[in-house]
């Protein structure tokens, strides 16, 4: 990930816990200026129980009533149990990139 060369986000094993990259990644979106949030889950499919964490940020426009959203969102593995290298460098880059964007005159 070119645009953040030192958080070594992209260096962590495919064993690292979720929780661990959630931090990571927290620390990041904190340090651009968004708000963080966590949202545990646990869901039951095919007999199967899944948890995990959603780790997510908001951007409030600088005007406005707050009614209007933007989602945007980057699995953090492919269909294939990859890393999503690409998804995931590109989502940063775009929250960033909006960051800086609210922070022009109108």
Known sequence: ???YPSTGLFRMSAN???GSINDKLEDLLTSI???VGRQNYTYHSAGE???GQN???ILQAPRGDAT???VLVAA???IADEFNRNGVSLALSLARYFKRMYRLPL
């Open 1 to 3: 990930m070119r645009a």
């Open 16 to 18: 690292c816990r979720h």
């Open 33 to 35: 200026g968004l708000k």
């Open 49 to 51: 129980v899944y948890s």
């Open 55 to 57: 780790l997510y940020a």
């Open 68 to 70: 209007e959203a933007l």
């Open 76 to 78: 953090w593995r492919t």
